[in-house]
């Protein structure tokens, strides 16, 4: 073998522990190997440790006071930021009025996704629904 200048390399030569072993990328000598039942992380995620989803759910979540018209409300951080934009809307914002618009108009066409219900949520709503209407628990006629 030789380099761009023509000059013959010298070959490396392996060892013999390391001839029957190929090494490169994603695979390292043996030596260098985890063992059997070894982690690279042995310590691991912490428990309760939460991830980017979690943590932003829980900020919207999170109750805030708002106060109107001479009353206080405790109102999530979701609601009181579409409160403050619908407010900007209203002043004649309007990226604020088209934003609220497509979503408005999104969450009315059912293309914003809505959580499925399991099937024991769905028996607990129908049987809420039927008390209401007044009808016992088997008659939905």
Do not use: C, W
């Amino acid at each position: 073998m030789t380099d761009r200048s023509g000059v013959p390399r010298p070959r490396l030569r392996l060892r013999e522990s390391e001839r029957g072993s190929r090494v490169g990328y994603g695979r390292p000598p043996r030596q260098h190997q985890f063992r059997a039942g070894q982690s690279g992380n042995p310590r691991g995620r912490p428990r309760g440790a939460k991830n980017e989803s979690t943590i932003l759910r829980e900020i919207m979540a999170r109750k805030i006071k708002n106060r109107s018209n001479d009353r206080v409300r405790s109102i999530s951080v979701l609601e009181g930021i579409l409160l403050r934009i619908a407010d900007d809307a209203l002043k004649g914002n309007v990226k604020s009025a088209a934003f609220l618009l497509n979503r408005f108009g999104s969450m009315v066409s059912g293309e914003l996704e809505r959580p499925d219900l399991s099937e024991d949520d769905r028996e607990v709503l129908e049987h809420y629904a039927r008390r209401l209407r007044g009808r016992p628990d088997g008659d939905d006629q």
